[in-house]
Nanobody
């Protein structure tokens, strides 16, 4: 599975962005997907996850109520809609895919990763 993220950029605090992750190589709709992020000098952290059908999602407490993960299996794409962005959301955002049927919050459970897209939120 190859994953390619897009949609990052520079935005002011309070603004919004939508990240996209396009998958290729295998049957996309078999994979639970996740978004993670890594800020400079910090470890990679979980942001959101979605199961293969899109019927079940999970969010980090820090983004709950502001971010929404979704997927379109017909387009082999998973999205992360981000609202009310804060400077502390600044990071490189990665999408990931995992074998299995359940969504997961641990990055060690993911098998495929994209190259990341930079999100910068100015104050």
């Amino acid at each position: 599975v190859q994953l390619v993220e897009s949609g990052g950029g520079l935005v002011q605090a309070g603004g919004s962005l939508r990240l996209s992750c396009i998958a290729s190589g295998r049957t996309f709709n078999n994979y639970p997907m996740g978004w993670f992020r890594q800020a400079p000098g910090k470890e990679r952290e979980f942001v959101a996850a979605i199961d293969w059908s899109g019927g079940s999602t999970n969010y980090a407490d820090s983004v709950k109520g502001r971010f929404t993960i979704s997927r379109d299996n017909a387009k082999n794409t998973v999205y992360l809609q981000m609202y009310s962005l804060k400077p502390e959301d600044t990071a490189v955002y990665y999408c990931a895919a995992r074998w299995g049927t359940r969504l997961a919050a641990s990055d060690t459970l993911y098998d495929y990763w994209g190259q990341g897209t930079q999100v910068t939120v100015s104050s």
